[in-house]
Structures are given as structure tokens and as C-alpha cells.
């Protein structure tokens, strides 16, 4: 068997990798928070494979953290993080995710929690709302509750949320959805804005997507063609011989 056989088949494998990481960025489009990912390829030429004398290799590019758009819903849990930085999840086991996804809610105890019901970590671990008190955020993750009693107006400081970052995204490995954990330690934030009552978008660029599917789709297809073209091509030469 020939060895074009074998460089097409890893050109192929590469380019469904990648039809597969931008459908998965068109279909979180309207995710809050996400981050589009991107492949990067290497050809590696080699004369002492066994197989191919060259092939392709295909790597996950890590998360773009470009800024999503900022959409505006008045929300009070809602938070958005314009510039770098990541808010810390605590998982049930004590594990920390990061995070850019401030779709957080209130839970039954009043706690400040993910929609999956995470808690949320401030400097000083998590944080929690006053029964009948109105809560506010301002650009810095200071957290504070408010409640008019009638005559004044009481103000609690609750903490300050735990914005952080890393050096490199490439050292963030994804968990799902909109969570990471990094393979380096975090550091403090710096530069970053809060902007409560309000939602990070997607910072997909479904246009561009959608351009990429279609060349990915016709390389992984002309990858196909060449694998079947060498296959004829030593049916035949099998045929001659024999």
C-alpha cells in the first residue's frame, strides 16, 4: 500500500477535528460568556515513519478571550467582566472553576451562585445576601447590600469578589460549557471592569464561521478523494503484477 494513503488519512482526520470545533463555536453563539476556539495544524515530515513520509497533526488553539459584547438586562445578580479575568466557581468537592459567565442567581440560602447552583468566591470565600437587602456590585467587585428601613439607609459590605487570571489561555483546559481550570496558577486580575446588570455575549463570529465550515468541509472532502484515488491506483498496480 502506498504511503499517500496514509499522509491523506491524517489530513482528513485533521480537518473533521475541525469541522467539529467550529460547529461547536456556531452552535454556542448565543452562549453567555463563551470563548471560540480555534485549531492549529503542523505538518510533520519525517523519512523514518513506517507508514508516511509526512503528516498531519492537528492541536486545540486554546480559548480566544477576546471580549464578547456587553448586553445590557438590568438583572442585579447579572455580571459581566470587560477586559481580562475570570470569576472563581467552587465546585462541591472544594474544586475552583474559572469562569467569565455571570448569569448567577441567588440560591435558597441567599447565596450568590452559578446557574448550576456553584457558589461564587469572593476574597474571603462565598458570598451572601442579607434577607430584604438590595444588592450592588460596582466596577471593582466590591459587594455591598442596601436596605432603606424608612428613615435611613443601611449599607452592608459583603466582600469583594475574587477576579483572577492567567498567564497564558493556552494552560486553561475547558470543562464544559463555560468552565475552565488552568494548568498554571492563577494571579490577580488587573484592568478588568464589572458591569452589574448586565451579560458577556458570545465572542463568536458566526459569519466567519460559517466560511471556515465550508473550506474545512471541502478539504476534509478532496482528503477523502485522495485516499480513494490511492487506493485505485494500487488495485491496479496489484492487477498488473499479478
Avoid at 507508514?51 to 480566544?64: E, H, I, S
Avoid at 496558577?185 to 465550515?213: I, K, Y
Amino acid at each position: 500500500m502506498s504511503h499517500e494513503i496514509y499522509s491523506a488519512l491524517t489530513g482528513g482526520m485533521a480537518m473533521w477535528q475541525q469541522v467539529e470545533g467550529v460547529a461547536n463555536n456556531i452552535s454556542n453563539a448565543s452562549t453567555t460568556a463563551f470563548k471560540q476556539q480555534r485549531m492549529s495544524f503542523e505538518v510533520v515530515a519525517n523519512s523514518q515513519l513506517p507508514l508516511a513520509k509526512a503528516f498531519v497533526r492537528a492541536a486545540p488553539g486554546g480559548p480566544d478571550m477576546t471580549d464578547g459584547p456587553i448586553l445590557q438586562d438590568a438583572v442585579p445578580t447579572h455580571l459581566a467582566i470587560q477586559g481580562p479575568g475570570f470569576f472563581v466557581l467552587e465546585g462541591e468537592d472544594g474544586q475552583e472553576f474559572l469562569t467569565r459567565n455571570g448569569n448567577l442567581r441567588l440560591d435558597a440560602s441567599r447565596y450568590l451562585v452559578s446557574a448550576q447552583g456553584e457558589r461564587i468566591l469572593g476574597q474571603s470565600g462565598p458570598i451572601q445576601i442579607p434577607q430584604d437587602e438590595v444588592l450592588e456590585i460596582d466596577a471593582a467587585g466590591n459587594v455591598t447590600s442596601r436596605r432603606n428601613n424608612g428613615t435611613d439607609v443601611m449599607v452592608n459590605q459583603l466582600g469583594i469578589l475574587r477576579v483572577v487570571d492567567v498567564a497564558d489561555p493556552q494552560n486553561l483546559r475547558s470543562q464544559g460549557g463555560t468552565r475552565f481550570v488552568s494548568d498554571s496558577p492563577t494571579m490577580d486580575a488587573r484592568g478588568f471592569s464589572l458591569v452589574q446588570g448586565a451579560l458577556e455575549g458570545s465572542n463568536t463570529d458566526s459569519m466567519h464561521d460559517m466560511v471556515e465550515l465550508i473550506q474545512a468541509t471541502r478539504y476534509f472532502d478532496f482528503y477523502q478523494r485522495a485516499m480513494k484515488t490511492s487506493d485505485e491506483m494500487d488495485s491496479r498496480m496489484y492487477n498488473v503484477r499479478s
